[in-house]
């Protein structure tokens, strides 16, 4: 992993990007690769790299040029299928000068052009420049694992990793947040590509590619798109015990490659769950040794998952390593943890993420394995169960019995939907003529979400008069959406909505990358999706048992505890982390009156009524949901405004030693 950045000229007449933009735009990016930094410059383009060195860490600096210096790429992630793919292009008649797998993107470009992309196994985000036609290329992985933004301003293009370094490299940028993007953030939990919450940024779209000429125009088309089959045709043919084999092997191969090809050590998460734990197993496997494995405990019992994951530990013999989180080291760390996500959070969850990957820095790991992405891939989420239930339920929507199954959603939950009968069945209930409609099991969260609202400032509410955010998204569904199966749709629309944007980037890269750790998501291969994506979905949602597949395929990796347990899926104490005595004054700084007018997002007798409703429930065992998440919605989008609008643009000092500098024409 590392941090890219740069800036071209679209407007002849414009001075080039100067050496010191890039140098900020690159110290900016600090935390995402401080072992080197190297910066290219010519008359029309500048291209700027952090490096995190984990493979090929002798010879694998950037920006990196082909043999005659006319294409330049900076590159941040892996292409774990570099070795085949370097095979394949020295066959072709390509020569290298390095074992790294940048210089495999630079040649896989000249050969195949966009069409490399599609041949990549891995997670990136990058930039290519042509010297001699002068384009830039921009092109992010199928499922975004790795963020990249860009914006014009003044007759340039500037491009980076984090909003942060576009601030740094172009002081005279409005900052400024887009009601637009957080009109999509208080409904999906997040944005979806390319809308960013930054008036004039926008975001790259997982599995896209842009380019943008030297007539100043510019182009995006998809190299990826994901697939399903159609009802009742295609798919994958084969019994249940045949498909689990197939997916048990996927899995081998793809953590096999993500544990061994790196240069350094790679360790792995283990958070107790059937994902991790098969994760760590297979990684285990590969390495042929113990691993070092990490986890995460809670000080709430109700979150917590030791038992399970010193089981784990213990299964595997691994050298093990815990952080214990509190509700105060929540509060303590969540400015910056609003500050790397770069978005309003409307769940703590990211905080204790942010406390494990420090604590693997500081253990000397920079490399982590990960379970995320098979909640997505293999249906593991309560919300596919729930949409289950509710369209069997609308065909026959005067059943008594049907209804009755949502009593098996949420048993983690201390204050559970389905906990009261009757509320269950009007909220469960509602809108179910609509059980055929596109975003039918979304339709339930997306509404509970939209109520926070109701906190919006008069200014908020304008700005986004007239705008449906679901509406906008559902016309931008593919043609073909209407023939995949009910399980599929649910799928797609929550990659499409909280995969990337949330689980990935809040919860994942940025909480790594902010203490320089790289993630690998062994279920986010390209070979184990295209296999999930054609299996059957009574193969994934069996009844009402979530990601049976994957159980079947760990039956002789894993012990039968971990393969039985009920699903807990990761939370993190909220709103009770910022009330109460010991609540750290950022706060009440937060929630004053005149921050809230400056940031102009809320109305603050809205957000009074709020903080005395939380503060009179100080001692609550929880809160609702809808005051959960109010509560820390309003906080990290009003740490966002302080940090990274109303804050002067900061950027670390890079030291000549580390700093690599070419120049071009």
Known sequence: ????????????????????????????????????????????????????????????????????????????????????????????????????????????????????????????????????????????????????????????LGFASEVKALFAGEPSLPRAFDPVGLEETFTFWSVVPPQSVFAGISELRPGHVRTWRRDGTSHERPFWRPRFPEVGAGGLQGSLLEAAERVRDALQKATRLRMLRSDVPVGSYLSGGLDSSLVATLGQDARGEPLRTFSLRFADAEYDETEYQRLMATRLGSEHREVVVTREDIARVFPEVVTHAERPLLRTAPAPLFLLSRLVR????????????????????????????????????GSRLRPRLLERLYPYLSRSPVSQTAMARRFFGRNLAAWEQPGFAHETRWHTTSALKRLFSAGQRQATEGLDVVTRLLDTLPPEFSRWAPLAQDQYLESRTLLSGYLLSSQGDRMLMAHSVEGRFPFLD????????????????????????????????????????????????????????????????????????????????????????????????????????????????QLLHQRLLRAVPTSAPIHPKTLVERLGA
């Open 526 to 637: 390209t070979e184990v999706e295209a296999l999930a994506s054609t299996l059957p979905a009574s193969y994934k949602l069996r009844g009402l048992d979530e990601k049976h597949i994957l159980k079947r395929a760990a039956e002789r990796l894993l012990p039968a505890a971990i393969l039985r347990r009920k699903k807990q899926p990761y939370r993190a104490p909220d709103a009770l982390c910022f009330v109460g005595e010991r609540r750290p004054e950022w706060v009440e700084e937060a929630l004053s009156e005149s921050a809230l007018r400056d940031a102009g997002v809320f109305e603050p007798a809205a957000v009074a009524r709020l903080w005395a409703k939380c503060q009179a429930q100080a001692h609550a065992p929880q809160f609702s949901n809808t005051d959960n998440m109010a509560l820390v919605g309003v906080l990290s989008t």
């Open 1 to 156: 992993m590392c941090g890219i950045a740069g800036s071209i000229t679209l407007r002849d007449g414009r001075p080039p990007p100067s050496r010191e933009q890039l140098l900020r735009m690159a110290g900016a990016l600090r935390h995402r690769g401080p072992d080197e930094f190297g910066v290219y410059r010519s008359r029309r383009a500048g291209l700027a790299h952090a490096r995190l060195s984990i493979i090929d860490v002798a010879s694998g600096q950037q920006p990196m040029a082909n043999e005659d210096d006319t294409l330049w790429v900076v590159f941040n992630g892996e292409i774990f299928n570099y070795v085949e793919l370097r095979e394949e292009l020295l066959a072709l008649g390509h020569r290298f000068r390095t074992r790294s797998d940048t210089e495999v993107i630079l040649h896989a470009f000249e050969q195949w052009g966009e069409g490399a992309f599609a041949r990549f196994n891995g997670q990136f985000a990058l930039a290519l420049w042509d010297e001699r036609e002068e384009t830039l290329t921009l092109a992010r992985d199928r499922q975004g694992v790795h963020p990249l933004y860009y914006c014009e301003h003044e007759g340039r």
């Open 362 to 397: 500081q253990e000397g790991i920079k490399v982590v394995l990960t379970g995320e992405g098979a909640d997505e891939l293999f249906a593991g989420y309560d919300l596919f169960r729930e949409g289950k239930i509710r369209r069997f339920w609308a065909r026959q929507p």
